[in-house]
């Protein structure tokens, strides 16, 4: 973005909404679109030069295809994967991204590919300075892998820009604002009256729906499993179709990087606890096992789905059949550690059969929802507007 930056003035200044400890976040329009600018430190001269420049009377020698070598050992390096064993031509097992050395070759040189010409000793000096931002290296390494990751649209030295989406909130019933999301169908039904009925109650449905559907896709579908150890509202946001986007993913570790954080001393329980990733006290060993002992599921049912689904909230609904059925499973679901499921043979998807039962009543929830005239209750009523952003 950097020539609509610096030289067509097509990027505007809105406003800062975060700034401590040299970190940035700003609001911008770019191209009359809403963006949020991230760096991760206030001055490009805070970051770590490329030494390799310092070697090298020009950058114009670098190859495309010595970029992307530099760039996979760095991204490797903030992923926590770089000891990961791998075949010499970067075989690096299974699929998907998040893996091996030749999975992160061929997204980066996938970017490369069309480049006529050599990188730019400034290209070069930008990306090794957004390489050490490690929640850039994260949503840019799972941007065409993940629709549950906020998209990065573009960048212009040590910033990056990402999509603008609103955060939820505690504070707010339905946690997320409801009044711009676009599902298709709604605009085919009778809008007056009905649509407040239908986002109040069948919208939170259809999201609780993404929310298992992310949580699927970050145990399963990578070549290791991913936690999420900061799981709070402000931490996700919903597109206008309702996915469920992770915003803020300064705590999401692959399994490799987990295992190091847990692995440490240890006299009880509680001091192998990180954030909302937590693992069990060996006592003769006075070691905490490295192991994750709860999971991103187990969380999201305790932190969202409670409260979201609590008899306080529902009102009169609380005693219908499916939404009884609904917070008997949410409470189980609460309360299965992942140790649990691998005794009983859960394996490494964690809480598969509650997971299907969630997945299943949330479906009937819609099903019904549809069918029905009725609806409302204590779910009547405007959503809650705001904007807030967490960063």
Sequence with gaps: MCEDLCVLGLVEYKRCLYYENGKKVIEARWRGNPVILKSKLENFSSYEPLGILDYQDTAEELSPLDVVFYATLEVRNSLGLAGEDEDEDGGGGGGG???????LARLWGKKLKSRDKS????ELASLWSLLQQEEYTFLRVLQDLSS???????????????????AGHAWDQNIFSLD????????????AGAR??????????RIALSFLDMVWHFDNDFTHKLHLCDIKPENFAIRKDLTVVAIDVDMAFFEP???????????SDDDCNFFDCSSRCDPMKRRCSPTRRNTNLQVICEKIFRPWFSPTLLGAKAGLPLQVELQRAVQECSETDQSEEDEDGGGRGGGRD?????????????????????GGGAWEGKDH??????F
Excluded at 97 to 103: E, P
Excluded at 257 to 267: A, P, T, V
Excluded at 385 to 390: D, R, S
């Design 97 to 103: 991204g998040g893996g091996g050395n030749g999975s």
């Design 119 to 122: 990188i730019s000793r400034a």
């Design 148 to 166: 549950h990751v906020a998209r990065v649209l573009g960048s212009c030295g040590h910033f990056y820009a990402v999509e603008y989406l609103s």
């Design 180 to 191: 711009d999301v676009s599902v298709p169908g709604l605009q085919d039904q009778n809008q």
């Design 196 to 205: 407040g009925r239908w986002t109040s109650r069948e919208m939170v449905h």
């Design 257 to 267: 990087k987990m295992r190091d954080i847990l692995d440490q001393n240890c006299s």
């Design 354 to 374: 509650v997971h299907q039962r969630l997945f299943s009543i949330l479906n009937r929830l819609v099903q019904e929802g549809r069918a029905s005239a009725e």
């Design 385 to 390: 507007v705001h904007t807030a952003l967490n």
